[in-house]
């Protein structure tokens, strides 16, 4: 059984900066493209970047210069590099497993998530 672990999230002011990590156990971390996604009240969860086991990536239009997803293969973890926060960046940040190894957006690609970690941003 798989399981993600996210951590550090927190409150932090506009044009702050923060760094989540995502901790993978259970079963094999390689070969698999890793994804962060967030979710703020009321909506519904949103793509933030993902990354492939070799190490290519993408990221949504809204984050990308801010934010930078990386990995360590050999520590099974995958990290998310926040800078330059906004207010409308609040949400619960969540990381997610794929279930292929090719990139996706789609939240319905991915087959284990964590149980998210509170990112808040204050103006």
């Known amino acids: 059984q798989v399981q993600l672990v996210e951590s550090g999230g927190g409150l932090v002011q506009a044009g702050g900066s923060l760094r989540l990590s995502c901790a993978v156990s259970?079963?094999?971390?390689?070969?698999?493209?890793m994804g962060w996604f967030r979710q703020a009240p009321g909506k519904e969860r949103e793509f933030v970047a993902a990354?492939?086991?070799?190490?290519?990536?993408t990221a949504n239009a809204a984050v990308k210069g801010r934010f930078t997803i990386s990995r360590d293969n050999a520590k099974n973890t995958v990290d998310l590099q926040m800078s330059s926060l906004k207010p409308e960046d609040t949400a619960l940040y969540y990381c997610?497993?794929?279930?292929?190894?090719?990139?996706?957006?789609?939240?319905?690609?991915?087959?284990?998530w964590g149980q998210g970690t509170q990112v808040t941003v204050s103006s």
């Open positions: 259970g079963r094999s971390f390689n070969f698999y493209t």
């Open positions: 990354i492939s086991w070799t190490g290519g990536s």
């Open positions: 997610a497993r794929g279930q292929r190894a090719g990139v996706s957006t789609t939240p319905s690609d991915y087959a284990n």
